[in-house]
């Protein structure tokens, strides 16, 4: 068990900031340059984790405190899902409300850091995020009822693994619109372009980031961690749902994993070289759309039966 | 010989008129063509038959009421057109024309369709062909209600090819969209389908028949629209449509919807007299308030189509006579507008003092389409309600009378004031013209028909439309 | 399997259309569901009768009607909704809410045919509902002409599931009328373009009570 819980975690923090380099680099060859090294990532990491840490006189202990929430709770809800060969060393009846809910705690205090510096930018930050993530909490859960639906199963990592497969070819229009909706989810959670732009540099545009104006050193080596980690447990979701590949060898699924993530990072790169950032007023109706698409599929099981 | 001279004809004239243009010729050819259109039509009187062209056309007893109605007045506009264009020379006529007489072609066809899905198709074209006729003075308002005519019209009839699409569902054991076939085995339709399909093919048909509340293009279009065409579509192109409203109930009541389809129809003949009571009362513009008062008498006849029995023989008949009045009205309109320049009711004072017959007209109009008694549409509307009293119809006896009174109100405010009121000269262009025989002979013909269908009715007529109201399967 | 995957991109499709503001993707995005449509037939009946139907369904709406949308909005010089009658997000709750329904009353009704997928009812009546939200809740001209253009994308499915039992006549004028329909749309736009220099629905308001 405990090695189990290492190993997972491990697996995740090595890999994680690979993603984020792929996406980089995907979108550096579609610009038509060479870009950052693929590990730039991690170098970025490790410089911010040999940084000291300042910290203005507004803030309080929340604050500092938020950064490592946000961490942990990443690293625990990771522990509900399977990587691949690896599988997830947590699970018990109903923790698909867990995994809601963790997200919900980790938004919550990275949004009262934010408003903990009392700065204009940050607020407007943690307004968004709020405003967004919670319309985005709908259609996650709406996809998890599918699935809870479509498996008979209220046990997270069975519901994306398991019996997915025989769901395939008498549900795959249904498992398809949960795979899109998801991946609008995907996108909004871990604020990307159309949501938002990482890589902006103004902070009236920016949800995400800009709530981390103020973070400096290790905070900031935390939070970018975690977001990476959030896009690798997000992404890894996605991957579960959408390739059907949970009767191979264990060798054989984690090879698999592994080119589904790599081939979702290559995705969501093409994405972004392809599509502007959208005004942020449209976003809620992005994400109503990923309602109605989600709310299809429920429509579908619903007249057809299980 | 008779189906080429009635369809085929009028499309070849059509070529005949796009190659030529020639303003005098066409005008001629325009008026012979649909001169030989009517008497075909008439000749077909004489047996009162059912004609049967081949599998998919025919004309039975309410094809041939709606054919000659149609047939009547397109020849009264075809003189009218004489006088109307020669306002504008050489300018687009050809296109007016050329319009005009495929107009006529399409909705022959809609007469004699044997077949729903052709039925459709002839409905379809007949809102493509008069678009260019509404739009005819080009004029941004014109435009306006050109555009709100095709998309209301279209968004209609795609809700009819999906009512059509539905009953053809329903009817798939039959494999078979031919009317004889699916009336003569209505029982082996599937119901839920086709409660399904009469519910769009009724809102579908409803749109381009201007039925409340679909019916926002109907005072535009008819407000804009030149008064030989505001004729045309008030009274041809709605009795069209009220011929494949009239299929739909055949269906119904054969396949023994008539619980179902019955408060559908009282439903929207109500609304559709409400709409017209609110809205004619306070109406300024003369054209606009036929538009209106099209959605109102379109209200009796499906109202008369949902009360049943006696009724139904009474929607016939008040079919008849609306065409033949809408008519007289649009073309008197025609007339005004020529005369003055203007739409406005305050700016058309003393037609009768100034235009002495157009007014003579004018006053009979009124009395035609208010139903007064000695005209046809008096007998009919106390058909309809007498029906609603035997069924014991109280509330839409209680709205039918209410609504009436209304409506006879608004008209007789309307007309009265145009037709009396005191003219004020200075609004007046200056140069007076003399009324144009072309444009007064339509106007005599006009007349002397809705005598001989609403006082003196031929024992032909009557028989006619015994046998229209035997076709849907009641007494 | 595979007309059920298409059937849910084709309405897939039709709600990026519904939530799009660019005139010019809205187009190309239609094209693109007329031609996941235009296979449809073959997907439920291979063979000669559905051959036909498809290329004719693919020179129609994938390659002449898109040319033609474009054509116009080249020619009135817009690229934009920018105020819709009903907001992007409402419109898209009202599709959701009116897709419910539809789905509803769809498994209410007996399917005529057994051997046919279970979705091409619902998913026909949903894009009908998505072209009829087109239609009333945009002003411009090109929006309302594509509005209706999905819609009998939508009836196109219905009529699917009578394939075998129309005969190519209906077929083909229904076709037919939709082109016609389309051109005199057209026209009228370039019509309404050169009376009031954009065209946009929302200056035809002259005319009320």
Redesign the interface.
Known sequence: MGIQILLHLTVMLVLAPLLFGIIGKTKALFAGRWGAPLFQPYYDIIKFFKKGNVYSTTTTWIFQVAPLVYLATILVSSLLIPFGGLKAPVYFWGDFILFIYISGLSRYFIIIGALDTGSSFEGMGASREATFSCLAEIVLALDFIILAILSKQLILSEMVGGTILSSW?LF??VL??VG?SYFLVLLVESARIPIDDPTTHLELTMIHEVMFLDHSGWDLACVSYASMMKFFVLGSLFVNILIPFHNLSAILQTVVFGVGMIGLAIIVGIVESCIARLRLN?I???I??A???A??GL??I???GV | MGLFLLVGLPLLITVIVFILKQDKLIKLLCFLTILIHLLVTLSFWRGFQYVSFNRFLGLDAISQIVLTIISILFFVVSIYQIGYLSEKKGQDNWIFIGCLLSLLAAMTLVTMCRHLGLLWIAVASTTLLSAPLINYFKTPQSIEATWKYLLISSFGIALGLLGTLFLAISAISLKTLFLDDILNNAALLSPSWLKLSVIFLLVGYGTKMGLAPMHTWKPDTYGEAPAPIGALMSGGLTGCVFLAVFRVAQICFHAHLQEFVSPIFILMGILSLAIAAIFITKQKDFNRMLGYSSVEHMGILVLGLGLGGGAIWASLFHAINNAFAKGLLFLVSGNIYQYYRMRKVANIQGVIHRFPLTGTFLVLGLFVISGFPPFGMFYSELLILKQAIAAQHYLVIWFYVIFLAIIFFGYSKIILEMAFGKPEDNNLPQEIKKENIFMIMPLIILAMVLVFTGIFIPDSLYSLIDKGTALLGVN | MWLELVLILIIFLGILILGNNRLGSMIQLFALQSLLLSITPLLIQPGLHAGIITIVTILLKVVFMPTLLFWAIRHVSMRWEVYPLIGYGKTLILCGLLMAIAFLISSKLDLPDKSTSYLLVPSAFSIVIIGFLLLVSRFKAITQVIGYLVMENGIFLFALLLLEKTPLLVEIGILLDIFVGALVMGIVVNNINQEFGSASTINLTNLRD
């Open positions: 070819p795959g229009p398809l619109l899109l449209r809620p109706e992005l109503i759309g309602f109605v698409l709310l299809v429509l579908i619903l007249i057809k």
